[in-house]
């Protein structure tokens, strides 16, 4: 019982920090004002990791290189720390090197957790309090995922269906990237 509890928080803290390295990434490709509190608050949280290896892995020009090293080294060490306490040793190197594409594809479920998410949370809030205070984050945030889906729908006057359809599109290769992993890994 006491490894199920200590899996779960492991899941739980890296989880919310490999999103907040994904979001801060995500921040950077749309050119966020810095300067937002939503972003200093993950500013602050991530920085001890993106800083330093900003000196070794320079962001391109819309790629937060250093964010998703740092993303793909938190995947990792989670990736790790759960084979430890599941199994009670540490990996052979064959188990090291699908570490290795693991951590990406958990990236990659983490980065399609914060679609959903946002999406789903800036839906909500568009029916229940449309001038909540987060609103412009969220809607700066999902503009250049809704838009092109927006492009591609027919016009239904107020019905916006978009959100919906980048719902199912998120949950989609949620699943499939859980097959993937599945048929990899047998995870």
């Known amino acids: 019982m006491f490894s199920d509890v200590l ?17 801060r990434a995500w921040m950077y ?7 937002n509190p939503y972003s200093q608050a993950v500013l602050r949280v991530t920085n ?13 020009n819309r790629i937060d ?9 938190t995947a990792l060490a989670y990736l790790l720390l759960t ?3 599941l199994t009670g040793q540490f990996p052979s190197v064959e188990g090291l090197t699908r570490s290795l594409v693991a951590a ?22 568009s029916w229940v309090n449309p001038l909540a205070p987060v609103m412009p984050l969220l809607h700066t945030l999902t503009a250049p995922l809704l838009d092109p889906i927006r492009r591609l729908m027919p016009n239904l006057g107020g019905l916006d269906l978009s ?16 097959r993937i992993a599945f048929s990899l890994f047998g995870v």
Not at 7 to 21: D, E, R, V
Not at 29 to 35: E, K, T, Y
Not at 65 to 73: G, Y
């Open 65 to 73: 290189w250093p964010s998703l090293v740092a993303c793909w080294l």
């Open 7 to 23: 899996y779960f928080l492991l899941n739980i803290l890296f989880s919310l920090f490999g999103i907040a390295l994904i979001i």
């Open 29 to 35: 490709a749309i050119r966020l004002h810095p300067f």
């Open 48 to 60: 001890w990791l993106v800083g330093p290896l900003r000196n070794v892995v320079k962001p391109s």
């Open 83 to 85: 084979w430890v306490l």
């Open 104 to 125: 990406v594809i958990t990236m990659a479920k983490w980065a399609f957790n914060v679609v959903l998410w946002v999406t789903l949370i800036q839906a909500v809030l």
């Open 163 to 178: 959100p919906l359809v980048l719902l199912i599109l998120a949950q989609v290769a949620i699943m499939m990237l859980q």
